[in-house]
């Protein structure tokens, strides 16, 4: 066991060993001695691949958030590189958001229990991955028809695809575009692509997505089936709107 009688030389990291050379007598190793990421305020070794902590070689982590910029593991010392949300360059003329495929009769009431239950944390939780992955093999026709909804709420092209044929021409622009800001500006981000676009839609998005959300508002129809504020959570959202296109 590592310990002053063992390690008179050096310091004990956290399997036991005797690392020589950082100085001690057979203490618990600094954090910058033995972390491959880096070392947060409290000393601990964290994996230094997420915003809020990013960092190589037992640096100290850098929270990459309060600077709007994303950790870019793609490069070694691992730091916080590109800015996040990017600006957005503006809404190409004509685009729009395009109508859901429908395909009655392609889910069963048991789907749409079983995607309810599955998926009622988020769209990328790994039971609603998992759902969809056996549902590919046991009935993909539902899988597919599900699938084109299968997105958090915070990237809204699920809602606004739901509310497609109940909004107008110029409104289906507007959500065309807000969809289209929240996903461009995050493209380029390394980190927590969902926590890019959340704050994408409080800020670099903002106006694109009060248009776009004061569209699905207007019509009842749209609010009724599509607005997420009518479920309460995403699993019940995805059911219902299944129902009402794929079953």
Request: charged content about 10%.
């Amino acid at each position: 066991m590592c310990g002053p009688a063992t390690c008179p030389n050096g310091c004990c990291d956290s399997n036991d060993n005797c690392q020589v050379g950082f100085g001690g007598t057979g203490g618990a190793c600094p954090c910058a001695a033995t972390c491959q990421g880096c070392c947060d305020g409290t000393g601990t070794c964290r994996a230094g691949t997420i915003d809020a902590a990013c960092g190589s070689g037992g640096a100290t982590c850098a929270d990459c958030l309060t600077s709007s910029k994303t950790c870019d593991t793609f490069v070694f010392p691992v730091v916080c590189d590109q800015t996040c949300p990017a600006p957005y360059a503006g809404c190409a003329t004509g685009t729009t958001t395009s109508p859901p495929s429908v395909a009655h009769g392609a889910c069963h009431p048991a789907d749409l229990q079983d995607v309810a239950v599955a998926c009622a944390s988020g769209a990328q939780t790994a039971e609603c991955q998992s759902f969809f992955n056996g549902e590919q093999g046991a009935n993909p026709s539902c899988a597919q028809c599900l699938g084109q909804f299968d997105v958090d709420f915070v990237a809204l092209s699920g809602i606004y695809l739901c509310a497609e044929p109940f909004l107008s021409p110029a409104c289906n622009g507007s959500t065309a575009c807000a969809s289209d800001c929240a996903g461009t500006v995050c493209q380029q981000c390394s980190g927590d692509a969902t926590a890019c676009e959340t704050a994408a839609v409080a800020g670099e998005c903002a106006t694109l997505v009060k248009a776009g959300n004061s569209c699905v508002a207007a019509s009842a129809s749209a609010t009724a089936l599509c607005a997420q504020a009518s479920y309460p959570n995403f699993g019940g959202w995805i059911a219902a709107v299944g129902k009402h296109y794929c079953q």
